[in-house]
């Protein structure tokens, strides 16, 4: 994750070192030009030794998910892709029917085994295609934003702007972990910040929410109330996998624990709050064990 001076998120993504001072990295989606002229901004100002490439005119991802992924990608690379010699985690370098350069990222952002692969722009068809047609017999089929919303959504992945605003920082969404608080302060963006915030109080804190007694779920930007504005829904969806209303909202801290009942304030609902619980996340396979399947 990649932060401000303020600590709050800015942007999140992967890096990878393909070879001494040679690193790929990704950014969020349509994020890549700001994230850039962030490095850009440091290696100016900072002296971070950098030379960036932004490459993502010249390539394409194709995520390739689910229980038989890995099935279907073994039709179209000739080369040892089991658990043991390609982990959860990992990154590797394939030649894809015997002539396509692709990168590979053994991620899960849906929460099922899942594979990105990174492949130059001119191919993409040519293996879109080639996965298309050997993932047939396994019942393969295309899926989109909103489908991929309410998955990542049940494991409790966020998206930059969605569940976090200008203010949030890594603690507020529970990403504290990522800070290196053995780096010196001065060689970190954010954190003298991150120090001040880390037990601030009445900050929003990002939490999952089941919904009471309806399996309709609330809009997204609802509010949450009780004798005034405590926070808002980031997105609520009903899961088809968990057979009920869920979502993730962010409210101030007083409300964040396990167990707490919020209400939540609807346009249109002629006064008639609607209630929730929050509860732990992530919604579903909480252990990860089908993303490292």
Not at 106 to 122: A, I, M, N
Request: charged share 25%; with cysteine; proline share 4%.
């Amino acid at each position: 994750a990649m932060c401000n001076e303020d600590g709050c998120i800015i942007d999140d993504g992967v890096v990878v070192q393909r070879g001494e001072n040679d690193y790929y990295f990704t950014t969020s989606t349509a994020r890549a030009g700001i994230t850039v002229e962030w490095i850009r901004y440091h290696t100016r100002y900072d002296g971070w030794d950098f030379n960036l490439v932004n490459l993502t005119d010249a390539f394409g991802v194709i995520n390739l998910a689910g229980p038989k992924a890995r099935e279907v990608l073994s039709e179209v690379i000739d080369a040892d892709i089991s658990n043991a010699a390609f982990p959860f985690a990992a990154y590797q370098e394939f030649t894809a029917l015997d002539t396509i350069p692709v990168r590979i990222m053994r991620l899960g952002f849906v929460g099922e085994l899942s594979y990105e692969l990174h492949v130059p722009g001119s191919w993409m068809e040519t293996l879109w295609d080639a996965l298309s047609e050997a993932g047939k017999p396994f019942g393969i089929a295309n899926f989109g934003l909103e489908t991929q919303n309410v998955l990542r959504m049940e494991k409790g992945h966020l998206i930059i702007g969605s569940e976090s605003e200008q203010r949030t920082t890594l603690h507020d969404v529970g990403l504290g972990g990522l800070w290196d608080r053995n780096k010196p302060a001065v060689d970190t963006v954010g954190a003298v910040a991150l120090q001040q915030t880390e037990n601030q109080e009445k900050r929003l804190k990002l939490v999952g929410f089941k919904m009471k007694n309806t399996r309709t779920p609330p809009k997204d930007g609802s509010i949450v109330v009780d004798d005034r504005i405590r926070g808002h829904v980031c997105i609520a969806r009903y899961s088809h996998t968990l057979q009920e209303a869920v979502g993730m909202a962010l409210v101030e801290d007083p409300l964040h624990a396990v167990g707490t009942e919020i209400s939540i304030y609807e346009d249109e609902c002629q006064g008639q709050l609607v209630s929730a619980t929050v509860v732990p996340m992530p919604f579903y396979d909480p252990k990860g064990e089908r993303l490292r399947s």
